[in-house]
């Protein structure tokens, strides 16, 4: 059998994960962080891309190593803390944040500027809308490769290439000071900031969309699949680099023509209708519109995907399940909606981190039951101290935690959590996990 894609399907595969993840948290957070930021726009702009990029592109990877979606990933795991684990995941990334965020975004961007007085009501209409035609292109889950990759994508590519050209080419501004956090630790806050995308939730979620339009292409031999997921993870992650690049500098040389906005999305338009006018407007709604549509496309059909795993109720009637409550979440508000996702992302961000980084070492792990238990349950616990820093409740008592003031006191626990995992003796390893067992 011919385990062999064409050049311009490769390329297809991966902007179709490209417009996955290119969605409205990769759109907002970037020109705000690069106003703030000012002239530390370059160590920021690194932390950002850390987890940004950088991570998704590990999970891609992580996912394409195991051969498979969430259950191969989380094997070595007890199954009802990996399914337990995984609805959060699904519930973060679909209808609860990310999801309906896209619609929130693409109303805010793409609709209301041209509304002389928006309401309530228009929301309500756009979300159900927006909602509804997402549904329905991600009712035919075979088809996402041809629609996403090949015809929406290309579009949206070229609206952000012409974009991006233009912010180096006619900048609006000088780049002024760093402010806040961005003066003192401009590469955490940059990383945390990254942490907004929840892009590292969604890789491990896409990677298993990214091989079921492999398999429609007749592509089932495992090297052959995991090939063809690193290469689209790197033509993602590449794109992505670029439009994170030019939206940050974007952001860094607004200061002049959009000082003191608050929100990276309004940063943006007032940015795009100096460079091109009021037709400007018209650029930045097509942009933002099919960035918002691929995204949500893709995270209703990743959520009916793995809920249908799990019940008798099949994927088309989770498509139209999870479209819904996008569309009633998404009339909370996108101030709201973000207030909201800031601590859960806090807690379970790192545990989606230890997972990816556990799966990249599986193969030297003496015992990997006992790893994916211990790496797993310290990076969550760790974060939930974080968390409940940015929940303003009183943590002084955990202040003497390497890297608690930058919000990552997870990260030094948890690099040592996963380096004893890797030298711990078989015979050990055995014996600890019986422990454990017994004490559970």
Request: glycine residues 8%.
């Amino acid at each position: 059998m011919n385990q062999k894609l064409k050049i311009t399907d490769i390329l297809a595969l991966g902007f179709m994960l490209f417009a996955f993840f290119l969605g409205a948290g990769n759109i907002i957070f970037p020109p705000l962080a690069g106003q703030l930021a000012g002239e530390e726009v370059l160590p920021t702009m690194l932390g950002f891309l850390s987890t940004a990029v950088g991570l998704p592109l590990l999970g891609i990877i992580a996912i394409a190593l195991v051969g498979g979606g969430w259950d191969k990933l989380t094997q070595d795991l007890p199954k009802t803390a990996a399914t337990i684990v995984a609805v959060l995941f699904f519930i973060i990334i679909g209808p609860a944040f990310a999801a309906p965020r896209t619609g929130l975004v693409a109303y805010e961007m793409g609709l209301k500027p041209f509304i002389a007085e928006p309401s309530q009501i228009h929301l309500t209409i756009f979300s159900i809308t927006f909602f509804v035609i997402a549904s329905m292109f991600a009712w035919s889950q075979g088809k996402l490769l041809d629609v996403i990759g090949k015809v929406l994508t290309p579009v949206l590519f070229l609206g952000l290439l012409v974009l991006s050209v233009m912010v180096f080419v006619e900048p609006q501004g000088e780049i002024a000071a760093a402010q806040a956090s961005y003066l003192t630790q401009p590469f955490s806050t940059g990383f945390l900031d990254g942490y907004n995308t929840m892009d590292t939730f969604a890789s491990l979620m896409f990677g298993t969309l990214v091989i079921e339009a492999l398999r429609t292409k007749k592509i089932t031999e495992k090297r052959a699949i995991t090939r063809y997921v690193i290469f689209a993870a790197f033509i993602a992650a590449g794109g992505l680099a670029l439009v994170y690049v030019s939206l940050f500098y974007l952001g860094a040389t607004s200061s002049t023509i959009a000082a003191g906005l608050d929100n990276g999305g309004a940063i943006l338009s007032v940015y795009v209708q100096a460079l091109f006018g009021t037709e400007g407007q018209l650029v930045l709604t097509t942009i933002v519109l099919l960035a918002c549509l691929t995204t949500s496309i893709g995270l209703i059909s990743a959520c009916a995907d793995y809920f249908s795993s799990l019940c008798s109720v099949g994927y088309k009637a989770w498509v139209v399940i999870v479209g819904a409550v996008c569309a009633l979440v998404a009339n909370v508000g996108l101030t709201q909606l973000i207030a909201l996702s800031v601590p859960v992302l806090f807690a379970l961000y790192p545990v989606a981190i230890a997972i990816v980084l556990l799966t990249l070492v599986r193969s030297r792990l003496p015992n990997r039951p006992l790893a994916y238990r211990v790496v797993v349950c310290v990076s969550l616990l760790f974060a939930l101290i974080d968390a409940a820093k940015a929940l303003s409740i009183d943590t002084s008592a955990f202040t003497f935690l390497p890297l608690y003031d930058y919000g990552m006191a997870w990260m030094l626990p948890t690099v040592i959590a996963i380096a004893a995992m890797l030298v711990v003796p078989k015979a050990q390893a055995r014996q600890s996990e019986e422990l454990v067992e017994d004490i559970a």
